[in-house]
């Protein structure tokens, strides 16, 4: 079989058309009497309004704590909120990523051509989540304990019997290490550094590479690596962390150390992508 060679079309290019959302609210605050799927279909009026003329032929919608919603209450929103009742729908429960999973689905469709025009989205109510509790069989005596819907379906995960937020911290400290940090991190940079200076007569090097491997971990890698820039590397919680900042930080973190009579630090090249990026030479501007 030959391959088959694609190009994007414009109708299979998922975009994002438009977005609306409620208030915010809080526990028990202002929008604590008003049904998680009402606010569902609030917002999904609200998103409709901004994008006239565009008509949803799918709906997929989060909504984890859906006990006492109702059969698929994201259809049901979207309906209250004006979408046309012959618009199939479904409702995603994969919790915390309940509607990133509904925008990620409806792009795979968009994509595959089988949807032109998804609205997804997603709602709930921990206040008007219910307490529950087993009564099929009766009581024959004594009392039945009641299981809080909003801790029990939304915030304790079943698999590993722990809070979700200790589960999150333990699990990400065991699977990812270094990475898992709470403040998250952002982009990924490509360091190059240039040395000037005359070759060691002896090993024929300006600098031996594993000195200067050991001064780029010591003072570049090891301070930037997995750091949210913005909160955790000085001095960057006071200047925005431009590839231009960058660049003049690391060589005021090298220069130091890279001044001796022999190999000197020249430039600084920091990669924020393949065709953008910044030279930096210390007494001299940007080059970019």
């Not at 801790?151 to 990475?179: K, P, T, V, Y």
Request: aromatic residues 6%.
């Amino acid at each position: 079989m030959q391959p088959v060679e694609t190009v994007a079309d414009a109708r299979t290019t998922p975009v994002l058309a438009g977005g609306a959302r409620t208030p915010v609210g809080r526990f028990r605050g202002a929008l604590s009497d008003v049904p998680a799927v009402e606010l569902g279909a609030h917002a999904v009026e609200a998103a409709l309004a901004r994008c006239p003329g565009l008509h949803p032929d799918y709906v997929a919608m989060g909504n984890v704590l859906q006990a006492a919603n109702g059969q698929n209450p994201g259809r049901r929103a979207s309906i209250m909120g004006g979408v046309a009742r012959d618009v199939p729908g479904i409702t995603l429960n994969d919790v915390c990523l309940a509607s990133m999973s509904s925008v990620a689905l409806a792009a795979g469709m968009v994509r595959a051509g089988e949807a032109s025009c998804v609205l997804v989205g997603g709602f709930d109510s921990m206040t008007g989540a219910p307490h529950a509790v087993h009564m099929r069989n009766g009581a024959a005596a004594g009392d039945r304990r009641l299981i809080d819907v909003m801790q029990h379906d939304g915030l304790w995960c079943g698999i590993a019997a722990s809070g979700m937020g200790e589960l999150s911290d333990q699990e990400n400290e065991r699977l990812f290490g270094m990475a898992a940090n709470p403040h998250g991190h952002g982009h990924n940079y490509v360091v190059e550094v240039s040395l000037a200076g005359d070759p060691d007569p002896v090993t024929g090097m300006v600098l031996d590479l594993k000195q200067l491997k050991d001064i780029l971990t010591r003072e570049v890698v090891e301070p930037y690596d997995h750091r949210f820039l913005n909160y955790e590397v000085p001095p960057f919680d006071r200047e925005i962390p431009t590839t231009e900042n960058l660049a003049r930080d690391i060589w005021r973190r090298l220069e130091p150390h890279l001044s001796g009579d022999r190999a000197k630090l020249h430039m600084v090249r920091v990669y924020e992508t393949p065709d953008l990026f910044v030279d930096y030479f210390g007494d001299q501007p940007c080059s970019v």
